[in-house]
T-cell receptor, first 111, second 111 residues
Framework: KQEVTQIPAALSVPEGENLVLNCSFTDSAIYNLQWFRQDPGKGLTSLLLIQSSQREQTSGRLNASLDKSSGRSTLYIAASQPGDSATYLC??????????FGTGTRLKVLA | EAQVTQNPRYLITVTGKKLTVTCSQNMNHEYMSWYRQDPGLGLRQIYYSMNVEVTDKGDVPEGYKVSRKEKRNFPLILESPSPNQTSLYFCASISGSYEQYFGPGTRLTVT
């Protein structure tokens, strides 16, 4: 059964630091992987979607990579800002519409 | 504006009293899904629908029902709610490019 893990569960960094969030999955047979942001009390906002045939996607200060063979994805945030403080979730689509989410990394960027 | 709406946003009810949480999307997406989010467990899929009259179980379907009579609406029905269904519920729809759009969430408390 596919399992998705995000480590660490929480992270605090000073403003301006570059940081990497990790997402691991146990079964490499995935169709795509998505990264989301969730603010307290709010819904999820899609950040980046990587198809299984792709290695990375970029949007502004965000870059997501995918290595299916090792079961890993990383979300790189450049020059972090206090407004980046949120919980970041990854989810894999195993070709069956039964999306599996990680439990998230709670990020706090200190001003 | 492209969006997914859910109602109600907050609901407190008693054990056994049937309730329905509505979900509607205005993007003409074929695929819609319901999740629940619990501390330490992350988001888990309850049901999903690939099109009108086509639904299937996710990971935690027990105690829930869904229907998809129109493309835009995908209500979640709790026939006899129990305290273990106290949770934060999210509806989502998926575009043809596989990007997920989430509703704002419904916080349900069953006493």
């Amino acid at each position: 059964k596919q399992e998705v893990t995000q480590i660490p569960a929480a992270l605090s960094v000073p403003e301006g630091e570059n940081l990497v969030l990790n997402c691991s999955f146990t079964d490499s047979a995935i169709y795509n992987l998505q990264w989301f942001r969730q603010d307290p009390g709010k819904g999820l906002t899609s950040l980046l979607l990587i198809q299984s045939s792709q290695r990375e996607q970029t949007s502004g200060r965000l870059n997501a990579s995918l290595d299916k063979s090792s079961g890993r994805s990383t979300l790189y945030i450049a020059a972090s800002q206090p407004g980046d403080s949120a919980t970041y979730l990854c989810a894999v689509d195993p070709w069956t519409y039964k999306y599996i989410f990680g439990t998230g990394t709670r990020l706090k960027v200190l001003a | 504006e492209a969006q997914v709406t859910q109602n109600p946003r907050y609901l407190i009810t008693v054990t056994g009293k049937k309730l329905t949480v509505t979900c509607s999307q205005n993007m003409n997406h074929e695929y819609m899904s319901w999740y629940r989010q619990d501390p330490g467990l992350g988001l888990r899929q309850i049901y999903y629908s690939m099109n009108v009259e086509v639904t299937d179980k996710g990971d935690v379907p027990e105690g829930y029902k869904v229907s998809r009579k129109e493309k835009r609406n995908f209500p979640l029905i709790l026939e006899s709610p129990s305290p273990n269904q106290t949770s934060l519920y999210f509806c989502a729809s998926i575009s043809g490019s596989y990007e997920q759009y989430f509703g704002p969430g419904t916080r349900l408390t069953v006493t």
